[in-house]
């Protein structure tokens, strides 16, 4: 995400999303599982109003499965359609296929019922930029037989992907901008890797993620950094983990910013484990 948001840039954007809109029948708001609240564009509800819309928690062969189980049944409590998968893997896929077939399959009967001639129920992907759009369309292109090309007149230069006989896919992507006027949101997506380090320095980042670990991560934390003691200041427990791993510079001061690096590497990949930064 090292694209800087313009209001001209945003306005395009959203311009781009209206337009598709027309085109599709669903839309699939991709969010990452670790933070489905910081992942979102609050303006998104504005720009697809009552389009049929499902919810993708991407990514989470990283997040929480306790706190994934309590998303899930956020959102079915609110009746909205959502699935968690891992995209690279392509675990979860198969579900999305089915759901969306499932959303439709009312206007697909009462299309039949006038006799109506049928159409593939087509979807538009959406989400904010890193949270693994393009890596979901190449799985799920990779998996279905082919791209459907242009066809003039009614979607010029538009290419579909035909994901079996009922469902086409738009191939590219609706990119949504961040919003962090919350500075915690900001530091969520700097943590996860999603938004270049402008917001905070390496060691402001590191510190502030192991205050976290600190308290919602314990066993996590004493787990992968052999650390005895959670019950002291950050900074220590942060003294411990340079020394362990033998960050130390020249006349034995910590390198603070080779373990701040560490830390944040380590937690983007999920070598820490699976951890959750926003619950419902
Ligand atoms: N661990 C994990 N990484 C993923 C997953 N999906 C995408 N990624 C990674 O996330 C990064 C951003 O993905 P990309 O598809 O470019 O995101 P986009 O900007 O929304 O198109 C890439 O490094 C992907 O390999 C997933 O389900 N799990
Ligand atoms: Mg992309």
Same mark, same amino acid.
């Given at each position: ?85 891992? !995209? ?55 998996? !279905? ?96 983990? !340079? ?32 951890? !959750?930064?926003?619950?419902?």
């Amino acid at each position: 995400m090292d694209i800087q948001w313009y209001p001209g840039h945003m306005a395009k954007a959203k311009r781009l999303i209206m337009e598709n809109l027309k085109l599709v029948d669903i839309v699939i708001e991709i969010l990452d599982a670790r933070v489905p609240i910081s992942s979102r564009n609050p303006d998104v509800d504005n720009i697809i109003g009552n389009k049929p819309r499902l919810i993708v928690l991407n990514k989470f062969d990283l997040s929480d499965p306790t706190i994934n189980k309590e998303w899930e049944d956020y959102y079915n409590k609110k009746g909205i359609n959502n699935i968690f998968i891992n !995209s690279i893997t392509g675990r979860g896929i198969d579900k999305v296929i089915n759901t969306l077939v499932f959303m439709m399959k009312e206007k697909m009967q009462s299309l039949a019922q006038r006799g109506r001639k049928y159409k593939p129920i087509r979807c538009m992907i959406i989400g904010i930029p890193n949270v693994g759009k393009s890596t979901f369309i190449n799985k799920i292109a990779g998996k !279905s037989s082919a791209k459907t090309g242009s066809k003039p007149g009614v979607t010029k230069g538009k290419q579909w992907i035909r994901l079996n006989q009922q469902i086409e896919l738009l191939d590219t992507p609706g990119i949504l901008w961040p919003k962090f006027e919350d500075k915690e949101v900001g530091i969520r997506l700097a943590w996860i890797g999603s938004i270049k380090d402008e917001i905070l320095d390496q060691e402001e980042l590191a510190f502030r993620l192991l205050d976290f670990l600190k308290t919602s991560y314990p066993a996590l934390l004493i787990d992968r950094y052999n650390i005895d003691n959670l019950d002291r200041e950050t900074l220590d427990i942060l003294n411990d983990i !340079s020394k362990n791993r033998g960050f130390i510079v020249k006349g034995g001061e910590f390198d603070y910013l080779r373990t701040s690096e560490m830390l944040l590497d380590e937690f983007r990949k999920g070598t820490i484990g699976k951890i !959750s930064l926003e619950r419902p």
